[in-house]
């Protein structure tokens, strides 16, 4: 999407290009961002569990070329941005885990095993659509 400068005012149009063709892009796309909303859902359990702060989960990070982003807004809650798209799945979830634990600040021990509980949810989860 380009912007274009209208002549005769100060207004700003937006022109899309529309390309026609295969869809699973497009397909790929819609799944990961289905899959992306459903792991944000599996931790939520593991990190309420532990009394600490569920971030909320956006893509992709405002900031152009960066794979996670972290905000911490005025009423103490935080925003992890992790990019979806062009990435090993693995390495999305490690990102919104790792942002977990920044956003609740953990380190050493605590961030640990917070880590490894939260990648035992997301297992758990995965062992039960595979056996259903």
Do not use: Y
């Not at 209208?6 to 529309?18: K, L």
């Not at 397909?27 to 990961?32: H, W």
């Not at 021990?109 to 880590?115: N, Q, S, T």
């Amino acid at each position: 999407m380009k912007e274009i400068k209208g002549e005769s005012q100060n207004t700003t149009t937006r022109e899309m290009r529309v390309v026609r063709g295969d869809r699973r892009d497009q397909e790929d796309s819609t799944g990961r961002c289905l899959a992306f909303a459903d792991a944000a859902r599996q931790l939520g359990p593991a990190v309420r569990s532990q009394g600490l702060d569920m971030p909320s989960f956006r893509s992709p990070p405002r900031q152009v070329g960066r794979r996670r982003t972290l905000i911490r807004h005025g009423d103490g809650s935080a925003t992890v941005a992790v990019m979806v798209q062009n990435r090993l799945w693995v390495s999305v979830l490690a990102d919104m885990i790792e942002g977990v634990v920044v956003a609740n600040q953990l380190d050493g021990i605590d961030a640990e095993a917070m880590r490894d509980e939260l990648w035992a949810a997301l297992e758990a989860e995965s062992a039960q659509r595979e056996a259903a």
